[in-house]
């Protein structure tokens, strides 16, 4: 099993920049796809954000992402990263890593562990 902790979140105003952390514990990260999801709002569903593969090679976005967030992975550290420039208020969510041993979890049915999420709110 894995543990996975997300940081990094907080308060930024529109255009700023944040790096959401996802660090892992108890497997290590090299074995497992990672993705990033968002939930907007208590009640509705999780979207995807952006995923990589294990070894770091494959990255996937969302199109609402695309060209202004940036995953990567160091598995040195066994911790993900998303790089989030850019920020726009409909980007304002609870951001939440999850693990996916044998696909990259671009839908949330193919994860395999979730952390508990990090709050990025986004001012205009």
């Known amino acids: 099993q894995v543990q996975l902790v997300e940081s990094g979140g907080g308060s930024v105003q529109a255009g700023g920049s944040l790096r959401l952390s996802c660090a892992a514990s108890?497997?290590?990260?090299?074995?497992?796809?990672v993705g990033w999801f968002r939930r907007r709002a208590p009640g509705r569903g999780r979207e995807f954000v952006a995923?990589?593969?294990?070894?770091?090679?494959?990255?996937y976005y969302a199109d609402s992402v695309k060209g202004r967030f940036t995953i990567s992975r160091d598995n040195a550290k066994n911790t993900v990263y998303l790089q989030m420039n850019s920020l726009k208020p409909e980007d304002t969510a609870v951001y939440s890593c999850?693990?996916?041993?044998?696909?990259?979890?671009?839908?949330?049915?193919?994860?395999?562990?979730w952390g508990q999420g990090t709050q990025v709110t986004v001012s205009s």
């Open positions: 995923a990589i593969g294990w070894s770091g090679d494959t990255t």
């Open positions: 999850a693990a996916g041993r044998d696909l990259v979890p671009t839908t949330p049915g193919a994860a395999n562990y």
């Open positions: 108890g497997r290590t990260l090299s074995n497992y796809a």
